[in-house]
Structures are given as C-alpha cells and as structure tokens.
C-alpha cells in the first residue's frame, strides 16, 4: 500500500477509529476496560443516526512493545481508519508513535503516561491524561507526607513506563529510599525481591509495573510478613490486582492515578456506561470517553480526512467529562490532576486528590 | 557481597523452596528424556493443568471461610488428587497424542520434539481459550466461576494461610515452606527408590538403553513407555499443587517459564538421573537467589544460565552424571 | 607420500619386513580398577601383516584405541614413524598415515557409500570454507582427485554398483568392505582392521584373506585382530598374543601355533573345534 | 513340534527378507538354521520373537498361534534369545542385566540365585566383573553376558543368534559344550551359526537358509557329509 | 535426542512435493535454468501480482512476504547448524538478537553508521558471538548443547532488557533503513474475484525503502537469500559439507576418520550466526523499533519448527518448512484467538504424518522405498 490521502470532499458513509492496546495478555484487564470507554462514546454517536457512522476496530498489542509497529502498519494501511484511541502503554506507544506520525494518523492515548513520550516531536502525538512526571511526584508526596515514611524501598519491572515512573519516585524520594530492585515482566517469584526489602526493613515499598506482576509481589511480600505499605502507579490500578494477590494482601494498598474517579466524571457517563456494560466504569474508561470524543467530534464537524482529524485535534478546546480538553504544542493535556486510590475491603476506591 | 551474607537464609531458604518445585518438575523431563531420549517439551503444560485442577477442585467444593486443621488437610488431599490426577492423565495425552505414533515409527527424535511442542500450544491455548471455547457450546454460563478471565491469573483458595513458624537467622520459616520443602523430598526419595529397587523401576532402564533387549527380557515397552509418562505427570501435579501454596496464583502460560527452568534444573543435575533432578533443582533455586543478592535480581536467569553454562563445561554430563547410561566407544 | 599415487602410498617389496612404523614401549592402560593393557610392547614393521590375538578382553581392542588416540595411555609410549603420538588428536593420528574400522561397524549411515569413502580422502585435503565457497582452484583439484580414488577404492573392493546406496542399507558384509575402503581412503601407512572376518561364512572369510593380502600387496601395513585361527595363520606374516592385557607371546605364526602358553590361553587344546 | 513355522514372509520395506518359509523346531530338540550373510537367518529370528512384524504366514508356539502377539508376551510363554549384537543395557552392571534376564519371572526369588550360580560358574569371567558396566566389556565378554542372561529367564525354547561371534577359539568350543549341556537339561533350541561346521555337528535337524528362503534340510550329520554343503558353508580347507 | 537425524527414515509414498522435485530434477539442463529464472523473477513480482487466495486477507502481503523471507532465511542457518551438522541449537535467536541490535545500536542509539555497512557488520558480530559461544561449548554433545544455546539465547535476550546501554526493555527506535534510489513505479495487480487488473493508484516506487511499503525490504531479503543459498550449495557440496554430515552421524568415527570434528561443528555454528546475525539485521531495519521482546525463546523454538517441519537437512525442505511456520499463522488470521491453537495442532499433525519432514534430505530412491515400506507395514501390523 502507499499513498494516504483521502479525497475530504465529500463525506464517506462510514469511517473507522482504531482502539490499540491489549485486550489478551498479562494486562489485558487495562486495556479492556479502555476500550469500553471509547466503544461507548461511539456507540452513543452511531445512535444518533449520523450521516457518517463510526466503526472502532481493535489493534491487540497484547501490552507488547514488539507487536505494535507491525499492527500499526496495519492501521495505517487501512485508509478508512482516521484516528486511533491508544497506544494505551507506553512501551507500545514508543514502538509504534514513529509509523504513525510518518502517515500523518493522529493517536489519542488515554493512558499512556511515559513523559518522555511527547518530547519527540511527533506530530500526531495527543494524550488526555497527565503524564508520570504529574503522577511520579504526586506519589513520592503521598508517600512522604501522607504516609510519612522513612524507609522507602523502590521497585520496578524495567518497562518503559514502569522503569520510568519509578525513576522519578526514587528521584524525588531522594535520600528515603534505601533500596531499588527490578524484577521482570511474568516474572512469579520474587523471592530475592521480597529479602531485599525486608532487610532494608522498609516502611513503605513503591512499584512501578502493571498489576500482574504486582499482585503476586504483595502476596509474597505478605506471606512473608512484611509490612510496609504497598504504593503502585496506574498500572497496578486494576482488580486484577486484587485477583492476584488475595483481598487480604492487597488491602491497604495505595495507587496513585492521573485519572478522575469516574463518579466523579462530568454529565451522564458514570451511569451511561453502568447501563452499557452492566459494570462500574474502570481505570481511564472516562478518559477513553474522552479522547474518543475528539475524534467523533473531527466526524461530526466533516472533519474525515487524516490530516484534518491532527488539525481538528490540535485545535480542539472543548470540555470532556474529565477535565477541559485542550493540548499544548506538544500534545499534553493542558489541564491535570492525580488521585490517589486504595484498596479497602477487596475493592479500589477514591482516596484523595494529591495536590 | 555483605548483603548476600545478612541474607544468608533468607535466600537459602527461598531458594530451596524454589529448587524444590523445580526439581519435581524437572522429574517428568527427566525420566521421558531418560527412557525416549526426547525432550518433553509439553510437560510444562501438563504441570499448568495440574494446578487448574487444584484450584477447580477447591473453587468447587466451596472450602468455608475458617477450616479447622482437619478440614485443611483433607481440602488439600482433594487439591492433591485432583492435581496428580488430572496431570497424569494430561501426561498420558501427551504420550497418546504426541509420541506413541512417532515412537513406533522410530522416527527422528527432532520430530518428536516438534510434535511435543505442536501439544505444548495446544494444551497452553485450550486453557487460555476455555472461555471462548465453552462459549461455543454455551457452557461459558454455567462454568462462569471455571473459565472466566482465561488469561489472566487465577487465585488458589489455598485453606492453608502462611504462618511463620519459627526464624532462621532473617529468615521465618512458615508451614508453607515446610510443607513443601517435605513434600518435595519424600516424593523425591521415594521416587529414585522405585526406580532402582522396584521390578518397573528396573524395566524402565531396560527400555532406556536397549528397547529391543528389553522385549527379549519380556518388559512391556509399550507400558513401560506409558507409566513413565504418568509418574512423571503424577510428580508434576504435585509440584502444581506445592507451587500453588507457595505463590497462590496459576495462568494459562504458568509453565512455560517454570519449565524451562526445570528442564535447566534437569540438565545441572544430569539429565535422566532422578536424583540429578533434585540436585539441580537446588543448585538453580540457589544460583538464583545468591546471585541476585550479589548482581541485582533482574539479573538471577542470567546468573542461572551462566552457571549451567559454566558447570556443563567442567561436566559435560550433568552434576551427577547421566545414570541411565551410556555406550562404550 | 605422493598425491597422485594415491592408493600406494609405500613401494617397499611386500614380504620384506621394512623399518619399524608403529611400536608399543611398555604401554599400560587402565580404567579404575580393571588394568586393560599392561606393559605391552611390541613393533610393526613396514609391508608385513601383524596378528594381534588373544582371549576374550585380552586388550585387543584397547591397544587400537590406545594407538589411535581413542584413549590416553596411563604410562609407556606409543610411537608411529618414530615420534610419539602422545597427546595427539584422534584426527591428527589419522592424518599422520593410522586408520582402522571397528568391532561393531561405524560407519556414516546416512551418508552413500562414495561419500564415506570421501571423507575418508578429506582427511589429507584442507580446502575450508573459502576454497569451496569461490571454488578456488585447490578445491576443484581435491575435489575430482577425491572422487577417482573413491571410484577407484570402490572399484578395489567390488563396491562399484553399491556407490550411491546409503551405508546403513548395504548388506553386512558390504559395510564391512566399505569400512575397510574408508579406511584405505585416509591415505594412511598403517591400517588396522579389528575383528573384519566376524559373522562371515568360510567362503565369505576366503576372499577377506585374498583382499587383506591385495591390500599388503599395495604396499600398506596391515595390523589384524582376528579370531578366526585359519584366517590368522593364513594370512599374518607374524603374530603378538595377549592375554589379561600382558603380552604373552610373538612370532611367526607356526610357533605361535605350538606355543603351549598361547594353547593353554586362547586355542584350547582340541583345535580341530576351534576352527 | 514345540515351535512351528509355516508360509513365513518378512519385509524391510520393499526388500523381501523372508520368502515363504517353513519349518519346525521338535520339543527338547536343536535345530539350526545355515546360510551366508544377507540370507535372512536373524530376521528369522527376531520375527520369531517379536521383535519384527509378519508379513504373511504363521508362527506357532506350544499350540498357541503367536504370530501378531507382541514380544514380551512371547517371552512370558517361554522363548528366549540371545541376540545378534548381544544387546546389552550398556549402563546396566553385569549383575543387573544378569537379572534383568530374569524380569518377567514370578518366582524370582528363588529362581535367581541358583541362576546365577550357574552363569558364574560357566562364565567365570562375568563373576570377577560383577559390577562393571556392561557396556564398557569387551566384545566377547558381552557375548558371554548375552547368553548367560538368556540362560536366566530359563526359557523353554532358546534362540542364538550366532552366539560364537567375536569369541575366542578357546571359548567357541565351550559355547558349544554349554549348549549341548543345556540342551541336555530339556532346552530345545534354535541356533543360527556361521560356524556351520560346529553347528551341524551339536544339532539334530539344520535348515539351510539362501536370499530368504529354505533351500534345503536335513539332519546335521547328513548335511555335514553332503559335499555341495562342506563346499559352500562349510569352507573346506584354506 | 542424541543425534537429530535418526537411522530410520520414513516419510510417506508419493509425497507430491517430492515428486515434484524428482520431475524437475530430470529435465534438461536449459529447461531447468529457464524454469528457474522464470521462478526467480515470479518471485520477486509476487508482492505486486497479489495473486488471489495466496496472499492473505488480514494482512499486507509485501510485510508477510518480508516476514517469511527472513524466516526463510534463519531456517536456511539454523540448517546448516541442525541439518548438516547436527547440532542441535535452541538459542538461535540470540544470533538474531545480536545482528539486530548490531544495526540498532550502531545505527541509532550509539552512532549513524549507514545501514549498508551495518548489515554486513551485523553478520559479523554475530559470527564473531558464535565462535566466542562456540569455542568453549561446541565440546558439549547432543542434549547438552541444546540447553547450553538455550541458556546463551536468554543471557542475550535478559542482558538486553537489562543494559541500560542497549537500551534495556525499552528498546530502540529509528533504526535506520536502507538508502532508497526512487527510480520508477511499478503498479500492483488488483484482483476482483479471479479478474486481474492493473492498479495504476497503488504502486511501489522502485526502490524507496519507506514505512508504509514493504515491498523493497522484501526484494532486499529475497536478494539476500539468493546470495546464501548459492554459497551454502557450494559449502555443502565441498569437503566442508561432508565434514559435518559425517560428524552428525557419528562424531568418534569421523574423528577417527581425520575428521577435525569440532573445528567443523565452530565453523557450522559460525556459519549459522552469519547468516542469523543478518537476518536479524534485516528485520531490526525493516522493523524500525526493536527491543527485547522481539527475541523471546518461542521465536528459537519456531525457528526450529521450520527446520524440522520442512525436512532438517534439505535447502528446499527448510525453505518450505520456513514459508509453512511463519505464512500459515497469517492464513489462519480468521481463526483470530484460536490462531494459536490451529497452529498446535498443525504442528503435531505434520510430526506424526511427515516425520522426516516434508521434503526430507536428499536419499537414493531405493533408500526412500524401503523406508516408506517398512512405515506402512508396520501400520499395519497388530502390535500392539
Ligand atoms: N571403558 C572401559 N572401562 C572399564 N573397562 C574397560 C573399558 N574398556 C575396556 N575395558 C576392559 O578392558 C579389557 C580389555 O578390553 P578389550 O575391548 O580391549 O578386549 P579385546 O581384547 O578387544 O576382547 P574381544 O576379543 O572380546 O573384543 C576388558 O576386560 C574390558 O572389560
Ligand atoms: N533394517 C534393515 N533395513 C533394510 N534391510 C535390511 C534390514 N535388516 C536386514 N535387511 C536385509 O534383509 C536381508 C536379511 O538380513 P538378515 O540380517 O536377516 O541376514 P542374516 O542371515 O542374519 O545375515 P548375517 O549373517 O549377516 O547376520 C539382507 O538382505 C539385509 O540386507
Ligand atoms: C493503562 C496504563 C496503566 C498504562 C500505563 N500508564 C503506561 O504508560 O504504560
Ligand atoms: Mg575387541
Ligand atoms: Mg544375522
């Protein structure tokens, strides 16, 4: 396949807008509950019996960096997709950013936090969250000041984006950390991980990975009578989590997250998407919302031409039921926070606004 | 180098533990490879089914929220039932569908092991699509508690919460631990007794170094071949259920890693030699563990293969040797 | 050795016993416990055809494995053309002019007949990885002189219609020949054949007599392990005998006949039976 | 007839090993089968045992047709063999493969020790090496090894394949000594023999064996007198 | 598993790719050169003709054509390694990693050496990564050396995800591509239904090596393949080749044999990691981003797959084993989750009813017969 260009004159029938994230695979739970968020900002659209419909194709990266330039590849060949919710992770992000800046197809992440994501000058590059350099301090400060402690071990799964987040916990932490460790991704036994950190005799642990891996480091730090409180980044914001290292251990645990509560979302989406998916609306689901919203709105506006989506979205300064959607030169949001969350009673509720 | 010394025992004791679990895996390579000279690439995932059933076993009885010490142990003999049963039978699938044709053909040993690996993916992909695969006959319903989240971890109920019983230098020791650690040994030493001193045991070397002679000594190649495959599978449900009680989660994929590491442990020991098996196992679960106190854990597989490599230099054959056998010049 | 000439490599006169090629100073060799070779010592002399008998585990086999490298001799020397093969590789030994066959057939079996024979002939090739890559002219030369001596060693053992079989499916006593001409195809000074009459039939062991004599005649030494005692006393120019890995006797084969040691040890008093 | 053959037929693939042959083995009887390399005698054999498929024909045992029955049955009803190439488990002790020999035996116990003694005393050599591994014996020391686990299993119909192979003048007249003396405790057996001469002169009826097919038979004394016989097995002089 | 090409050999009667080849084997020289340039340019057109039914509906036929050039291409050293020389080797993806992240380092990360240097330096280390991994492990025999290359593919793949300087799990983007020289458009062929016609708005510049258009990379891997298989004929067919045939058979022999057997198993194994380093080159520049993932221990087990599916032993063998391993997941895209699974099982069905492979080594006709003889009679036969 080559050339990219569509004819924007008239008006196609039917468009597409990729979702790319993993939907099998160790984190699949993630990407899972992303792509609910984008299906029900389009399904709403289709309901209205639009001139143009929307159809979200799936690019199932499995979370794994090697596959996305490959399905990338796939998305751009497919001249009817005129937008692409995700990357969800950063490392896939990375991987497959470069093809899609080259054929000019704007990406909308609702999660990808990697800061270093937006500094490459990717053209078609936009997130609807803030990044790790927002959330990587908001939890050093949760773990300094809420839960003051002194003794801080840092542990991370040598991922783009968990390696990255932790770095900047441990660089923020400064002289608290008395440890750091990396484990590897479907990794199960983390018996060196968990002697380290309890010789360090830590009081707090941060993690920086998805929540696969995390659970079954909590289980094992519990079993082995440790502790120190649990702190995790986004990716470990998931039941699965939960699932995989029992409510016992998991209880307590602290997650930090650049996303609102989504009860907390604006106009009908909590209850919208209850009624759509007979479900509480998960990790960045809202922010899916969202980032979906841009590229239903390029539709709506005859906006159905690649290059016309990056404009439109460049442009765009609407608000969302996040937050007010608009991005700097660089494709960050220009409006962010963090919350913290915590696990209480087997489930992940709201803790508080880290400011 | 002071921090490997501090932790001396914890990182003895979680390497042992581990080296355990590998060592009983590493028994089903082990003794297919010591009786077929194949490598048995679909016993990683005859393990993973193993540790399905355990879970599958508890989830359907319904274990209570606080089980005496009574209920705990006969919760755990129903785990270990399900898991040895459903192993060995996954073993003797295996032996069915992937060997028994390419055996009789005494056909390259590659292509048993291309055969073996073809029932790796099938057993691995049959776990990991048991929800799509029931939705098919519209089951997913009824097995709802079975087969949802078919990729994702699956918890053990494990009736046995970890205590920590008494402490080895920075190391607690829980009841976990020494369950398994026992268990691993018993079946271990029990194991290499059957098969130096039983009548099977014996029949099983036969077929090992001279098929042909063995049927002219009246052993039954066939069932030889047969039980081999069990007991192995049997080991390996077994260390699925230790496995579980140590790290309270399986997945579709579990094995995978485990077995490589196991068939590694295999190897160091010496591979067709039973008691190799378990040696290996320890010498892998320690490598790891005292070399990720000295280089970083992100490091211990490379710690691991690098002593393989180095310890197959000085041993060609393995730590112990391989004691099925081998031809004059 | 010419490479022209290539299947006789010496011209001595083939009776004459020339300069000792291959001897055994003392040589003993043992595995743990069981001492295999004790002390043997012994020549081979250029042209003749040397016996080498004994009982059951006297150390026939050893003492081939010890000259060709297989094993390292635990004290004494062995030494061909007057410098010790000690220490040497099992193809380096080749090289200098040693081949044998085996008690249990060894050859290539999925390889053709030619082929074996060819790879025999490369033991005194070196083309590597460049020559055969740009077909250097030193390849194309090795290449068709492997071929005619193959043609010609297949052509010596009345081999030539089984030349593109494969090994394993020739019958047994076509393999043993074939052993024999890959052998003959390293070129070498000294070739030891242990054991090539086993399960052949009277007739069949008449013609390995006329071809073991064909081969001495080209001007190759020959070293014989042999049970067979017509086949031995018939063809041997002289003959060593072990026994328990000591070397209890040596001479011409009529003394050997009626040597009472060699009697009590290994022919056994009847010996119309022991033919 | 304790052993029967009738219409044998035996394939390697395409190649006809065996072509339509028959013959029968008398209760406490030695009978040999003759004939040049290639001829098909161990393919014979190891038909016989089980150790290869039939293509056509019949094999009968003691009354019972065994021709499709798998080989380690056919040693539970009583036939054993020493094997061409002798088979040993290499990494197995003499000891071990002596009792190996004895496997399929239900008494064992008892069995085993007097077996043995009788082994050891006609192989002294395979006492001394007990505990060596069988592999690393010399070759005619595996014979003996092959011959005397056979021995073990007290078969009632024993099959040697070429049992004097590799083995030392010295030894081959006791193999044959050994033989009549087990053939004299009530042991029928099948021998096949490149030392005709010897095996013509121990057995009661020999076959003669050419590219797979019975060319001739007869009592061993008869065929050893026969002059077309001496001259092609037998070698005359040299 | 001592020595991968057992004794027995059988594969079944009138196997057509066989036959197929016998067929062309026995025409005259002129037509067989003809037939065999007429092949090789159908080849390089394959990804413009998009021939219907061959090129797969989910996904681009230039990017799979490309794929399967390089497996075509590591299954093509891996036999040298497995097939002629008999070493069994489960860590060939470390070669690949190692020629891969040549030209990504080297490339991009480090330095902006230009990609037509790279390749070859590429296939350099990699040979050089193969004599250092060989020389102390090549005395290793059978099974042993399989978990020892095992062992040497995850120390490269788990050093890679750990060395920050290699760009750890993140990996390593903006691999640079080949030049491109842009001379002219060629269009593709669209099909509608069995009706060809010519596509002038689809083309493929001739040669711009882009993101979007795989076509080049597969031209470029296609000519590399050329280039291999005309050496590696010539290798086998030398003294070389003969050495490692007699050392796969019987290694004590050919030693006795004046076989330098492990000077030939180092050059075998080095052969291997030059042509594994390159096509792992090739793939890090058609790929642009590479990182650890892209060499996990299935990818060896697959790479063996297609050796062993194909006929370990035989160039065309492997060749088609190769195209079998990587082209057939592809078909199978509308199966979608139960991709896998088919696979399995394809897999354990060609083992068990081509167990020498689909197009085995080449053996007399005689010593074929006999063994496809012998596999039907025992089919036969009541045993059980
Ligand atoms: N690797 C070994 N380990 C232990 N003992 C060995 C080994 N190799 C040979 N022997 C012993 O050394 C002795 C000599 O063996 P060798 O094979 O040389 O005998 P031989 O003279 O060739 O006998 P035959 O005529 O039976 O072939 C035998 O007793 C044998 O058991
Ligand atoms: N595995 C095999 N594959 C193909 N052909 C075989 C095989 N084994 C034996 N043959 C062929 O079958 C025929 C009979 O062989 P067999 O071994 O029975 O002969 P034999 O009489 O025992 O000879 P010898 O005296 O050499 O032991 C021979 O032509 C032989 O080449
Ligand atoms: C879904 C999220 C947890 C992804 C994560 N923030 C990442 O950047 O990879
Ligand atoms: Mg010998
Ligand atoms: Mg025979």
């Known amino acids: 396949g080559t050339s990219d260009d569509n004819d924007a004159s008239s008006a196609p029938t039917e468009v597409k807008v990729g979702f790319f994230g993993a939907l099998t695979g160790d984190a699949a739970n993630l990407g899972q509950n992303i792509k609910k968020g984008a299906q029900l900002a389009i399904d709403q659209y289709n309901a209205t019996n639009p001139k143009t419909k929307i159809t979200l194709v799936d690019y199932d990266s499995q979370g794994n960096p090697d596959q996305a330039p490959g399905l990338a590849k796939k998305a751009i060949d497919d001249k009817a997709v005129i937008g692409i919710v995700g990357p969800a992770f950063s490392g896939e992000s990375k991987a497959a950013d470069p093809l899609f800046n080259e054929a000019g197809l704007v990406t909308i992440s609702a999660s990808a936090t990697n800061p270093a994501l937006s500094t490459n000058g990717w053209k078609t590059f936009f997130r609807v969250l803030g990044n790790d350099a927002s959330q990587g301090p908001a939890a050093a400060k949760y773990i300094s000041d809420v839960l003051t402690a002194k003794k801080v071990v840092v542990v991370d799964d040598a991922s783009e984006y968990g390696k990255g987040l932790a770095d900047i916990v441990k660089g923020d932490l400064g002289s608290t950390v008395v440890a750091t460790d990396t484990i590897q991704q479907k990794q199960t036994d983390f018996g060196p991980t968990v002697t380290k950190i309890k010789s360090a005799n830590a009081d707090a642990v941060f993690f920086g990975g998805y929540y696969a891996e995390a659970g079954l480091l909590k289980k094992q730090m519990t079993d082995a009578g440790i502790n120190a409180k649990f702190v995790v980044g986004d990716g470990v914001k998931d039941d699965g989590f939960i699932t995989a290292a029992g409510a016992k251990a998991a209880e307590g645990t602290i997650m930090t997250c650049p996303c609102l509560p989504p009860d907390k979302a604006g106009g009908t989406f909590y209850t919208d998407y209850k009624k759509a998916f007979n479900a509480d609306p998960a990790t960045y689901g809202a922010e899916a919302y969202d980032a979906a919203t841009i590229i239903i709105s390029a539709v709506k506006a005859g906006k159905t031409s690649r290059a016309d989506v990056v404009a439109f979205t460049k442009a765009y300064d609407q608000p969302g039921v996040t937050k007010q959607l608009k991005f700097d030169d660089k494709g960050e949001p220009t409006n962010v926070t963090v919350w913290a969350y915590k696990v209480e009673g087997g489930k992940i509720v709201p803790d508080q606004e880290v400011k | ?329 | 050795m010419s490479d022209t000439q290539t299947t006789q490599p010496a011209a001595t006169p083939p009776t004459a016993a020339g300069d000792v090629l291959l001897s055994l100073d003392d040589v003993t060799l043992r595995f743990g416990g069981v001492v295999a070779l004790d002390g043997v010592s012994f020549d081979i002399r250029r042209g003749e055809i040397l016996g080498l008998i004994g009982p059951n585990g006297a150390g026939k086999t050893t003492c081939f494995n010890a000259m060709t490298g297989v094993y390292q001799v635990t004290s004494g020397q062995v030494s061909f053309n007057g410098s010790s093969l000690a220490g040497l590789h099992k193809f380096a030994i080749t090289k200098l002019g040693i081949a044998r066959t085996f008690q249990n057939i060894r050859l290539f079996g999925n390889m053709t007949a030619l082929e074996n024979i060819l790879v025999g002939a490369d033991a005194q090739h070196s083309t590597g990885l460049f020559s055969s890559l740009f077909k250097l002219p030193k390849h194309r030369r090795e290449e068709t002189e492997g071929h005619d001596k193959a043609r010609e060693l297949l052509k010596f053992m009345g081999l030539s219609k089984r030349a593109d079989e494969l090994a394993r499916n020739l019958p047994y006593g076509d393999q043993r020949r074939l052993e024999i001409a890959r052998a003959l195809a390293t070129n070498p000074q000294l070739l030891c054949l242990d054991e090539p009459a086993a399960g052949f039939n009277p007739a069949e062991k008449r013609d390995l007599m006329d071809l073991i004599r064909r081969i001495r005649d080209q001007g190759y030494t020959v070293l014989l392990i042999e049970h067979d005692m017509r086949l031995v006393m018939g063809v041997t120019d002289r003959i060593v005998v072990l026994e328990f890995g000591r070397k209890i006797a040596e001479g011409l084969p009529a003394e050997i006949r009626d040597n009472p040691a060699v009697i009590a040890a290994y022919l056994g008093v009847d010996e119309e039976d022991a033919s | 007839m304790l052993l029967e053959v009738e219409g044998l037929c035996v394939n390697y693939g395409r190649i006809e090993a065996i072509r339509d042959i028959s013959f029968g083995v008398p209760e406490n009887s030695v009978v040999t089968l003759i004939g040049a390399n290639g001829a098909g005698k161990t393919t014979t054999m190891k038909t016989v045992s089980g150790l290869h498929p039939v293509r056509a024909g019949k094999i009968v045992f003691d009354g019972e047709d065994i021709t499709n029955m798998a080989a380690h049955k056919r040693v539970e009803l009583g036939i054993g063999q020493a094997p061409e190439g002798r088979g040993v488990f290499p990494g197995m002790s003499v000891m071990e493969n002596l009792e190996m020999g004895a496997y399929f035996r239900k008494d064992r116990k008892v069995t085993v020790p007097k077996d043995l003694e009788r082994v050891f005393t006609l192989f002294p050599r395979l006492k001394e090496r007990a505990s060596q591994a069988a592999g690393t014996m010399s070759g005619g020391e595996q014979q003996m090894l092959a011959i005397g686990r056979a021995l073990m299993g007290r078969p009632k119909l024993l099959l040697l394949d070429e049992p004097s192979m590799g083995l030392a003048p010295k030894l081959i007249a006791q193999i044959f000594a050994i033989i009549r003396e087990i053939h004299g405790q009530g042991v029928t057996i099948l021998l096949v023999e490149q030392n005709a001469a010897q095996a013509l002169k121990t057995a009661d009826h020999a076959y003669i064996l050419e590219t797979g097919e019975i060319v001739r038979d007869g009592s061993g004394s008869d065929l050893a007198a026969d002059d077309s016989i001496r001259a092609a097995y037998l070698g005359g002089d040299v | 598993m001592t020595s991968p090409t057992a004794t027995a050999g059988k594969s079944r009667s009138r196997n057509p790719l066989v036959t197929v080849a016998d067929v062309i084997r026995r025409q005259p020289k002129p037509v067989r050169v003809l037939l065999g340039a007429l092949f090789v340019v159908l080849l390089y057109l394959l990804p413009l003709l998009n021939p219907p039914l061959i090129s797969p509906s989910q996904s681009d036929f230039g990017a799979v054509l490309f794929n399967v050039s390089t497996y075509v291409l590591v299954a093509l050293g891996l036999n040298i390694v497995l097939g002629y020389a008999g070493l069994l080797d489960l860590g060939y993806v470390g070669f690949y990693a190692i020629g891969a992240y040549t030209v990504a380092v080297l490339g991009s990360l480090h330095a902006h050496v230009p990609l037509l240097l790279l390749l070859p330096l590429a296939a350099l280390v990699a040979t050089v990564s193969g004599v250092l991994l060989g020389a102390p492990t090549l005395r290793v025999r059978g099974d042993y050396l399989a978990i020892v290359t095992l062992g040497f593919g995850e120390i490269i793949r788990l050093t890679a995800v750990n060395l920050q300087w290699v760009g750890a799990a993140a990996g390593i983007s903006n691999v640079p591509r080949p030049p491109s020289v842009e001379i002219f458009k060629l269009p593709h062929v669209s099909w509608n239904g069995f009706v060809a016609t010519i596509d002038l708005d689809n083309t493929t510049t001739f040669i711009k090596f882009g993101v979007l258009d795989q076509i080049p990379y597969y031209w470029l891997a296609l000519t590399v393949i050329f280039i291999i298989l005309a050496g590696e004929k010539r290798l086998v067919q030398s003294r070389v080749g003969r050495a490692w045939e007699a050392t796969r058979e019987d290694e004590d022999a050919a030693e006795l044999m004046g076989v330098p057997t492990f000077k030939f198993k180092l050059l075998a194994f080095s052969c291997g990691a030059f042509i594994g380093g390159l096509s792992g080159g090739l793939f890090a520049t058609r790929q642009a981003f590479i990182n650890p993932e892209s060499f996990p221990l299935l990818l060896s087990i697959l790479f063996l797959a297609a050796v062993v599916v194909g006929g370990a032993g035989n160039r065309w063998g492997v060749i088609v084993g190769a195209i079998i391993v990587s082209y057939l997941p592809e078909i199978f895209r509308p199966f979608a989750d139960y991709r896998v699974l088919v696979f399995g099982i394809l897999l354990i069905v060609l083992a068990n009813f081509r167990p020498q492979g689909l197009l085995p080594p080449k053996r007399t006709v005689r010593a074929r017969q006999v063994d496809e003889e012998l596999e039907e009679l025992e089919e036969g036969a009541a045993h059980v």
Not at chain 2, 42 to 51: T, Y
Not at chain 2, 243 to 259: E, I, Q
Not at chain 2, 272 to 284: C, T
């Open chain 2, 1 to 329: 180098m002071s921090y490997l010394i501090h932790n001396f025992a914890a990182l003895t004791g979680t390497g042992l533990i581990k080296g355990a679990v590998y060592g009983l895996v590493a028994l089903g390579y082990t003794l297919v490879y010591g009786v077929l000279r194949l490598i048995n690439f679909a016993h990683s995932e005859v393990f993973m089914w193993g540790s399905f059933a355990a879970v599958w076993a508890l989830a359907a009885i319904g274990a209570g929220p606080n089980p005496s010490p009574l209920e705990i142990a006969l919760l755990l003999l129903v785990a270990l039932v399900a898991a040895t049963a459903v192993s060995g039978a996954t073993a003797l699938v295996v032996e069915r569908v992937a060997y028994r044709r390419l055996i009789r053909l005494k056909a390259p040993p590659l292509t048993a092991l291309i055969s073996a690996i073809g029932m790796s993916f099938v057993l691995g992909e049959i776990m990991g699509l048991r929800d799509k695969i029931t939705g098919w006959v519209g089951l997913d319903g009824t097995l709802h508690l079975y087969v949802s989240g078919a990729r994702d971890n699956t918890r053990f109920a494990n009736p046995l919460q970890s205590r920590i019983l008494f402490n080895i230098g920075n190391y607690g020791v829980s009841n976990i631990d020494l369950l398994v650690l026992g268990c691993a040994l018993v079946m271990m030493v029990a194991l290499d007794q059957f098969i130096r001193r039983s009548r099977l045991g014996r029949g099983i070397r036969a077929v090992a170094q001279d098929s042909d002679a063995a049927a002219l000594m009246g052993v039954n190649k066939q069932q030889v071949i047969r039980v081999t495959f069990l007991i192995g599978g049997v080991m390996a449900g077994a260390a699925a259920l230790l496995y579980l009680m140590k790290f309270g989660v399986t997945r579709w994929n579990a094995g995978f890693l485990l077995g490589v590491k196991a068939f590694t442990a295999a190897v160091l020991g010496g591979i067709g030699n039973v008691r190799g098996a378990l040696l290996g196992g320890f010498v892998l679960g320690l490598a790891e563990n005292y070399g990720s106190a000295i280089v970083g854990s992100q490091w211990q597989d490379v710690v691991a293969f690098v002593l393989l490599i180095v310890i197959l230099l000085f041993r060609p054959t393995g730590l112990l040797g391989e004691s099925l056998g081998r031809a004059r010049a």
